[in-house]
């Protein structure tokens, strides 16, 4: 499937520094219902991602929204060439209270270091599933609803036990890859796709883990950096804005240098948006 990602080009300087895509919690990106709880438990700041649209028709909300109609630019990508996943072996750090089991490695391209830290634990599960774009990758459609927050309360069963006269124990039922693809029907014109982590904390001890049921226990991690493949970078598509300046081409010219088959192109809005 083709992704489309508008961008800019100081973004684009960090991609090629970097070679990779930077996945960002679901809690700090630009859909505020996607950060406001809709229970005292919102699995959705335990969730990392990278949004694309599947829309090859050029839109200008999104060129103004997530790139810029002078110095912008949209990338375009190939879901089943994006990463390179090879078997990682897992670097797990200390856990006084270890309780499940850690296979010795995983298929993926998210680097060892970042499957197990002492923040985080990333979900994994079979490659080979048809949403999966690797161990730890999952790629979703957004579906638009009228009421999200209803949505996941559907999802999520919370029970608060009462073990004695004072002691309540929290029990949460929910499957982390359930959430993380809806959004209202405001957003719909964005025609959005999502590369998708799910990650739950790294309770360290009992303490950690009361703040995880009730809620409170907020990730440090902000971003999680991929590699992308040499195929994707060697291969990149890059549409400059619509009001792009030779300045501009110049500059993704120069950012993208050495790279093999890219291919830089006016916006087909080029001259018809004053």
């Known amino acids: 499937m083709k ?60 060129w103004k929204m997530y790139a810029n109609m002078e110095t912008g630019i949209r990338l375009e990508f190939d879901s089943n060439k994006l990463f390179e996943p090879v078997q990682t072996f897992l670097k797990i750090p200390f856990h006084p209270f270890k309780s499940f089991e850690t296979p010795v490695s995983v298929n993926t391209a998210i680097k060892s270091e970042d499957i197990f830290t002492e923040d985080y634990i990333l979900i994994y599960w079979n490659s080979s599933q048809e949403d999966n ?19 996941y309360r559907t999802l999520l069963k919370i029970d608060d036990v009462q073990d004695g006269a004072n002691s309540i124990h929290r029990e949460i039922f929910f499957q982390p890859t359930d959430f993380g693809f809806y959004k209202t029907l405001y957003w719909e014109f964005q025609k959005e796709i999502r590369c998708l982590i799910y990650a739950v904390p790294y309770n360290k001890n009992q303490k950690e883990k009361s703040q995880f049921v009730s809620g409170k226990r907020v990730l440090k991690t902000k971003h999680i950096f991929v590699p992308i493949s040499d195929y994707t970078l060697n291969n990149l598509k890059i549409t400059l804005a619509p009001k792009a300046t030779e300045a501009s081409r110049l500059i993704v010219e120069s950012l993208t240098k050495g790279l093999r088959n890219v291919n830089i192109q006016n916006s087909a809005l080029k001259g018809k948006i004053r």
Do not use: G, W
């Not at 489309?4 to 684009?12: G, M, P, R, V």
């Not at 520094?17 to 959705?44: C, H, Y």
């Not at 774009?133 to 949505?151: A, F, G, P, T």
């Open 133 to 151: 774009l690797c161990d730890c990758i999952k790629l979703k459609k957004i579906e638009y609803l009228d009421n999200i927050k209803e949505k």
């Open 3 to 62: 992704l489309f990602h508008y961008t800019t080009i100081d973004t684009l300087a960090h991609i090629m520094n970097n070679r990779s895509l930077k996945f960002s919690r679901l809690d700090q990106l630009d859909d505020v219902t996607e950060a406001e709880p809709f229970a005292d438990f919102n699995p959705l700041q335990y969730i990392f991602s990278c949004s694309f649209t599947y829309d090859p028709i050029e839109n200008i909300p999104l």
